[in-house]
């Protein structure tokens, strides 16, 4: 089994910051890529940011230079700072993994069960 579990999602005024964190436990083999992704009301889900274990993030466009992602392998979390927050970025937030279990032989999609965030005044 494994979860991912993520943290730190609310109600944020415009302009401000939030920090999110996601946590992958169970019976994690290895980790390849983690990530974000979010779903805004009435729209589909869209990529955030992925960053590979060993590199750097890449980004959206839509959101590159506000977000960043990084993470901490030791830990098998990945965070994501969001800073100038607009009310389009109030969306559900999902953390992504690819990783590979210890039963298996290859690696899979995993989904976090994802934190709203809402940006109103």
């Known amino acids: 089994q494994v979860q991912l579990v993520e943290s730190g999602g609310g109600l944020v005024q415009p302009g401000g910051s939030l920090r999110l964190s996601c946590t992958a436990s169970?019976?994690?083999?290895?980790?390849?890529?983690m990530g974000w992704y979010r779903q805004a009301p009435g729209k589909q889900r869209e990529l955030v940011g992925i960053?590979?274990?060993?590199?750097?993030?890449n980004y959206a466009d839509s959101v590159k230079g506000r977000f960043t992602i990084s993470r901490d392998n030791a830990k098998n979390t990945v965070y994501l700072q969001i800073g100038s927050l607009k009310p389009e970025d109030t969306a559900i937030y999902y953390c992504?993994?690819?990783?590979?279990?210890?039963?298996?032989?290859?690696?899979?999609?995993?989904w976090g069960q994802g934190t709203q965030v809402t940006v109103s005044s």
């Open positions: 992504y993994a690819l990783l590979r279990r210890r039963t298996m032989v290859t690696f899979s999609n995993y």
């Open positions: 169970g019976d994690i083999f290895s980790i390849n890529a």
């Open positions: 960053i590979p274990s060993g590199g750097s993030a």
